[in-house]
């Protein structure tokens, strides 16, 4: 069982999937970036845990990797073009230095 916290505007939200209701890689990529784009704790996360803050999400090595280096290309080619709100945590991690 998966439990995700999400919190925008003083409001928490949680989901929880179940073997069952498994997402496919292009839905957990963008599960990904709505929660970046609403938890600026979780963009702290991705920049200082880097996979670590992935754990839960159900992504290959492939998937952690693009997403915690801000992979932009591979990234909107598995789940079309992102919006400005979706691009939140690559637009960060793109301006951030550290490599």
Not at 12 to 31: A, G, K, T
Not at 51 to 79: F, H, M, T
């Amino acid at each position: 069982m998966v439990l995700e916290h999400v919190q925008n505007k003083n409001k928490i939200f949680h989901w929880v999937l179940n073997d069952q209701n498994r997402n496919s890689e292009p839905e957990e990529i963008l599960r990904v970036l709505r929660r970046a784009a609403v938890d600026n704790d979780f963009i702290a996360q991705l920049t200082d845990q880097g996979s670590l803050a992935l754990q839960g999400y159900d992504l290959s090595q492939q998937a952690k990797a693009a997403l915690i280096s801000g992979d932009l290309p591979w990234v909107e080619a598995r789940v079309g073009k992102l919006t400005a709100r979706l691009r939140t945590w690559i637009d960060r991690r793109l301006q951030q230095e550290i490599w």
